[in-house]
């Protein structure tokens, strides 16, 4: 076939042609048919020229069609320029295995890391697919402890890609880390030496008040005396639990990375915290109504942090909590999961405060709060412990009615509690 242009010198060459061979003949017939034959042969050439579809342009071999589908994403050359370039580990993975990683992922972990199982790497059930097989999200972002190595901290975010090709980046935390144990540090250390100065605050203060009574000068004692004395005292009281509170939330942020490994009974611990306070002569005391149950509620912690932690919200409700009025304390087995809930009828906390709650020093009327006593630290120590312990902290309140805190914790299946007690199957 030819193109247009090609057809159309072909027809002009033959007319041409024909025109000469007519003039070389002698007859007016034969001159006739030679020009309808030359005729009929150029508009042939011209209709297969005008019929012929135009030929497709060349593509190069390395050019995808435009039916051909994409290179996936982590197979495609930009995509790999790219991560080479990014300064955080990134790694791709398609059924668990690692089809691929960038430069900062295999310095980080070794070039072996590619064709291995995603799980080899990072021992964390997020970075496998088995979350997503079963339905389960995955938090935005996961905390790894000790990766790399120990005493190092990285991030881990994975997101979905098609088919079952993943894309995770690492980002390290170890000097985020290391700037908060500073600090931490810093406060436990500065809380242990002021301990010190206030014991012998405290000793001098009860004896000079002890030798303020009318036996020791002859009369009633000097009235102005006393209460400075008191005032001292109840500062210096109030700076002592300061100092105690800010050694708890020291310790319990240095542990909040490290899982617990002890199995506990939870019921016993709140029993044992409500018995204390219960005979620890405030005045709210005989306002606690327990309902714990007696059945275990088995799970790996911490004894004393728990303990620390009901403490905190029963007396926080005992605290707010309008005189002469209930402080419900609960246990509630809900399948793998247990909640302890304790409830106030007091005053109530408006919705806007609610998410501040657990900020340290944070305070919803300050007034109240100097006239109760109290650090602001309570429910700041109760949320990183709950944290540490995998637990769910949640605060209700409705205005004018009273207070809910209630925090849930995932029980063990199966926990040996001490020798004599054996095993407590949850089964």
């Known amino acids: ?134 339905g389960e999200e995955a938090p935005e972002t996961i905390s790894l402890a000790d990766f790399p190595r120990p005493g190092q901290r990285w991030t881990m975010r994975a997101a979905a890609l098609s088919g079952s090709e993943r894309l995770i980046r690492l980002s390290d935390q170890s000097a985020i880390d290391a700037a908060d144990r500073m600090r931490s540090d810093f406060v436990a250390n500065a809380s242990h030496e002021l301990r010190t100065p206030l014991a012998a605050i405290l000793g001098y203060v009860e004896t000079l008040q002890e030798m303020d009574g009318p036996e020791m000068d002859g009369g009633d004692g000097d009235p102005t005396r006393r209460r400075f004395l008191s005032i001292i005292e109840r500062e210096a009281r109030r700076m002592q639990q300061l100092v105690i509170d800010l050694l708890s939330i020291s310790r319990v942020e240095a542990d909040r990375f490290r899982r617990p490994t002890t199995p506990v009974d939870l019921c016993a611990i709140v029993q044992a915290t409500v018995a204390q306070l219960q005979g620890s002569g405030h005045p709210r005391a005989a306002d606690i109504v327990p309902r714990l149950g007696s059945e275990a509620q088995p799970m790996i912690g911490d004894a004393a942090q728990l303990a620390q932690l009901a403490h905190n919200i029963i007396f926080n409700a005992m605290k707010y909590g309008r005189a002469g009025t209930p402080v419900t304390v609960e246990l509630h087995r809900r399948g793998g999961r247990v909640r302890l809930s304790v409830s106030d009828e007091g005053d109530g906390i408006r919705p806007e405060h609610l998410p501040r709650l657990t900020e340290r020093f944070y305070r919803v009327d300050e007034a109240r709060s100097r006239s109760v006593g109290g650090t602001g630290l309570g429910l700041a120590i109760v949320k990183h412990i709950s944290e540490r312990h995998q637990g769910e902290l949640t605060i209700e309140s409705e205005v004018g009615k009273g207070t809910r805190v209630s925090v849930t914790f995932p029980l063990a299946d199966r926990v040996p509690l001490d020798a004599d007690q054996g095993m407590i199957d949850m089964e």
């Open 1 to 134: 076939m030819f193109d247009r242009l090609s057809s159309l010198i072909v027809a002009l060459t033959l007319l041409a042609i024909a025109a000469i061979f007519a003039a070389l003949a002698d007859g007016e017939a034969l001159t006739i048919a030679i020009m309808a034959l030359a005729g009929i042969l150029a508009l042939a050439v011209v209709h297969s020229a005008r019929s012929a579809p135009l030929p497709a342009p060349r593509r190069d071999a390395a050019q995808p069609t435009d039916d051909a589908p994409p290179p996936p994403l982590l197979r495609h050359p930009g995509f790999l320029r790219w991560a080479d370039q990014e300064k955080e580990p990134l790694l791709g993975t398609a059924e668990d295995r690692v089809i691929f990683a960038n430069d900062a992922a295999v310095r980080l972990l070794g070039r072996h890391i590619v064709g291995t199982d995603i799980r080899m790497a990072i021992r964390h059930p997020a970075a496998a697919q088995d979350r997503a097989r079963s």
